[in-house]
């Protein structure tokens, strides 16, 4: 069965720090990933997807960035958080063939910015 | 207009009766729909997916499809205390790539 991993589970950084977050899935090969951010009390916002290592494609302009080193490693990174990157960030998978197209998220990652 | 589009509620239903979530999509081309369900504080869990007009159940859910209307909905049978948490209904658009978009959400809280 398929399993995804995020760390860490929750993270505390001052405003100006650099920001990294990293999704593992074990269990498939060539899966979707996507990086969701969700602001408290709000809906998911999509930042980050990729079909394949060393693709991504980037939904909105911000200060982060998004890599996948290898097949089912995507990585969150940013060079200065701002108060307003708080948020819940969750990672999820998709396969890449069939028809279904659902996804599988991780269990995220806590983010608060001081 | 907003691609998927759920009241948020809180929709307020007591114990043992139905819930019914409704969720309205604007891409008349969406291939597949999807219901999440996300308690406080965790993340979402697929709870079902349906591609074809009609009814499909599994267990006390069953999503029902509409594609004339642009409509799906999630029916909730039998409802517990532990169904309370926010429901998110998402699409895979015709032209969406591997994306699924995401309606933001309807609160259901079970009053025992």
């Known amino acids: 069965s398929q399993t995804i991993h995020q760390w860490p589970a929750t993270l505390v950084q001052p405003v100006g720090s650099p920001l990294s977050l990293e999704c593992t899935v074990e269990g498939t090969s060539n899966p979707n990933l996507y990086w969701y951010r969700q602001a408290a009390g709000r809906g998911l916002q999509l930042l980050f997807y990729?079909?394949?290592?060393?693709?991504i494609s980037s939904e909105v302009p911000q200060n982060l960035s998004a890599s996948r080193p290898q097949d089912r490693q995507f990585i969150l990174s940013s060079k200065k958080l701002l108060l307003s990157d708080s948020g819940f960030y969750l990672c999820?998978?998709?396969?890449?063939?069939?028809?279904?197209?659902?996804?599988?998220f991780g269990p995220g990652t806590r983010l608060t910015v001081t | 207009q907003k691609e998927v589009e759920q009241n948020s509620g809180p929709l307020s239903v007591p114990e043992g009766a139905i819930a019914s979530l409704n969720c309205t999509y604007s891409d008349r081309g969406s291939q597949s729909f999807f219901w999440y369900r996300q308690y406080s504080g965790k993340s979402p869990e697929l709870i079902m997916f349906?591609?074809?007009?009609g009814d499909k159940e599994d267990g006390r859910f069953t999503a029902q499809l509409n594609k004339a209307s642009q409509y799906v909905s999630l029916l909730i049978r039998d409802s517990q205390p532990s169904d309370s948490a926010t429901y998110l209904c998402?699409?895979?658009?015709?032209?969406?790539?591997?994306?699924?978009?995401f309606g933001s959400g309807t609160r259901l809280s079970i009053r025992p």
């Open positions: 999820a998978w998709s396969p890449w063939q069939g028809s279904s197209y659902e996804q599988y």
């Open positions: 349906i591609y074809s007009n």
């Open positions: 990729s079909v394949g290592i060393g693709q």
């Open positions: 998402a699409v895979k658009g015709y032209s969406s790539a591997s994306k699924i978009i």
